[in-house]
Nanobody, 119 residues
């Protein structure tokens, strides 16, 4: 079992920045692919970014490329999502996920952290 706890969400004006953290416990996350997903009101959960257990170049959704940066620190069992140039359509609950594969077919989920971007 892996427990994931997100933090760092909040209210920010458009153009601002936030840094989300996801702290894992229960297992060493160095063997897991890690991802960030988000769900806006009335919409399905969508992929934001992911990074393999090797820590190679992250993958990003087209909507966040050039604005968001994902990183991982296996020593701290933590992954991060640095979000810049935030837009109102980035408003969502952001979830951290851990899975054995980059497909995220049956991941462990965190409880989510709310990000609200005001115009």
């Amino acid at each position: 079992q892996v427990q994931l706890v997100e933090s760092g969400g909040g209210l920010v004006q458009a153009g601002g920045s936030l840094r989300l953290s996801c702290k894992a416990s229960g297992r060493d996350i160095s063997v897991y692919a890690m991802g960030w997903f988000r769900q806006a009101p009335g919409k399905e959960r969508e992929f934001v970014a992911s990074i393999s257990w090797t820590g190679g170049s992250p993958n990003y959704a087209d909507s966040v490329k050039g604005r968001f940066t994902m990183s991982r620190d296996n020593f701290k069992n933590t992954v991060y999502l640095q979000m810049s140039s935030l837009r109102p359509d980035d408003t969502a609950v952001y979830y951290c996920a851990a899975d054995a594969s980059m497909g995220f077919r049956a991941p462990y989920w965190g409880q989510g952290t709310q990000v609200t971007v005001s115009s």
